[in-house]
Structures are given as C-alpha cells and as structure tokens.
C-alpha cells in the first residue's frame, strides 16, 4: 500500500475506506474518517478543513497515517488505536482490555443523573474504563461516588481518567461475585448504583464482531448462560447497600426484558424500563423499598 506516489489527502481516505471494505472491517468509512482525522487532531473526518483534503501527503505523513490504518486493517478496534475517546461530556483514555465505551451507555447515564442529589453516595459497579464515573462528576461534582471493578487494567484506567478530567472519586478493586461483597458498604448507605455489567449470554459470545471476541475483555462481556449472573448479584447486593427509595439503575440485554418484566423481590421494585436508540430493550431503573 506504500509507494513513492503521494496522493491527496481525499483521495488517500477514499483508498482505504475501499480497503477496509474489501477486508469486512465493520464501519469502514468511519474507521478511516476518525483514524486520519485524530492524526491531524480533529475529531472526525468532516471536521477537516477543505483546505488539508486537497493537500497532497509528504512521505512521513503517509507512511504514519498508514501505521494506524493497517492496526484498524487487522481488526484492532478504532477507540483502541486512537487511544482515547469521547463519553458526553469528557474524554477518557481507552486502552484494550477494557471495555470499549458505547453509545447506549451514554443513555444509562443520561437516565440516571435527574436522580442524583448533589450530596448523594453513589456507585459506579463494573467501571470499566471509569466513563460513567467520569460523565456523572462532571454534572453532579458534589457527589461521593465510588468506582468499582475486579480488573487491575479497569482500576488503573479509571483512576487515570479521573485524573486526566479533573475529578475527585473514590476507586475500589472489589469482586461483585463474591458472597460478602456488600459488606464492603454499610447498611442502607448508597443513594445511587449505576452499573453497565457483563450482560451478553454465554452463547452469544462466539457471534460478537471479531474485533470484539479479539480484544475486549470477555470479563466484561459474558454475563453468564441467560446473562443474568452479574445483574442478578447486584440486584440482590442493592437490597443490603442502598438506602430506603434508592435508586439502581442497570444496561442490561434485550434478551432480559421477559425476566423484569416478570421481576419479583420484597425488596427492590421495578420502576421503569427503557429502550435504546435502536428501539431495543437496554435499561432498567429500580428502587429499593421503603418498608
């Protein structure tokens, strides 16, 4: 793909939007937009002033630029590569294993914040890279949040991110599956739980995007048979943790909308369920009892 001709810049993104559509690379044209467009330090190809597509490339340029789209050519995530990306509000540092932040999640979150007092205990269970953390104290500073996940890769990750947009959390490596993991909070101590868990059935798994199966923490992804072994535990914990009327708040499968819908506990209620902007099953919002 190298040579001594140097092309135009447009031309050089068209060339390899046909390159990654010809290897199957999953959303080709975005692939190549948001792979030159952060070399140059914009966010995404349309942000490119005109002036730069029709300025032809000096030799380091695209030999540099080349190094990044053949990673994206062997299936190595975009966020991965571009080692950072946008989550509402901040930017947050991505680094693989971790979870890859996703759209919906900005959803979960966007759900979640009428909910949270300025002065509220909250918690971020399954953190992840730290991106709801992150997205919930930039709006609600005031908060006492706390940050938890059983990977050292996560923990570091989110501490960083932390760091990296100006906030103050509490970060904890804890593992939700344990029996006594909800000893770790005093009774009745949590006004808010926000989570986005492994939710994906174990089957499942194989058909995931294999950029996916290759380089996200499966961790992160496999929930278990029906997908419910890392929800169901939080649910169950959140009857020990969260005060009276506190709020959960969960991203879970749509293959999981018959289990809440059908959702019994003497101590949590289902408040609401909510759809995705694919008009899918995705979130859940329950509440702790009063008595």
Known sequence: MSGRFCPLLKAFYRRWI??????????????????????????TY??????????????????????????????????????????????????????I??????EL?????????DFDKCLDLCCGSGCIS????????????SAVDISDAAISLTKRNLVLNKLMGNVLQLDI??????????????????SNPPYIPSDIIPTLQSDVQAFESHLALDGGFSGLDVISKIIEDC?????????LFLEVDSTHQDFFTTFSSNSMS?????????????????????S
């Not at 937009?33 to 330090?41: E, K, R, T, V």
């Not at 992150?134 to 949040?145: H, N, Q």
């Not at 289902?270 to 009063?290: M, T």
Request: aromatic share 12%; glycine share 4%; proline share 8%.
């Open 270 to 290: 289902l408040i609401q369920s909510y759809l995705d902007f694919n008009n899918k099953f995705r979130f859940v919002h329950l509440q702790k009892n009063i």
């Open 46 to 99: 349309a942000c490119i002033p005109r002036r730069l597509k029709f300025r032809r490339l000096n030799r380091l340029t695209r030999k540099n630029l080349e190094h990044s789209l053949a990673m994206r050519l062997q299936g190595k995530p975009v966020q991965y590569i571009v080692g950072k990306w946008s989550f509402m509000d901040v930017k947050v540092l991505v680094e693989p294993p971790v979870f």
């Open 134 to 145: 992150c997205a919930i104290l930039s709006r609600k500073p005031s908060c006492f949040l």
């Open 18 to 43: 046909l390159y990654f559509q010809n290897a199957k690379i999953s959303e080709p044209r975005a692939s190549a937009g948001i792979l030159i467009a952060d070399y140059f330090g914009y966010e």
């Open 239 to 247: 009857a020990h943790i969260l005060a009276p009327g506190g709020n």
């Open 101 to 106: 932040p996703r759209p919906e999640t900005e």
């Open 177 to 194: 599956m344990q029996p006594t993991f909800k000893f770790n909070f005093p009774l009745n101590s949590v006004n808010i739980v926000v």
């Open 109 to 117: 979150v966007n759900i979640a914040l009428p909910f949270i007092g």
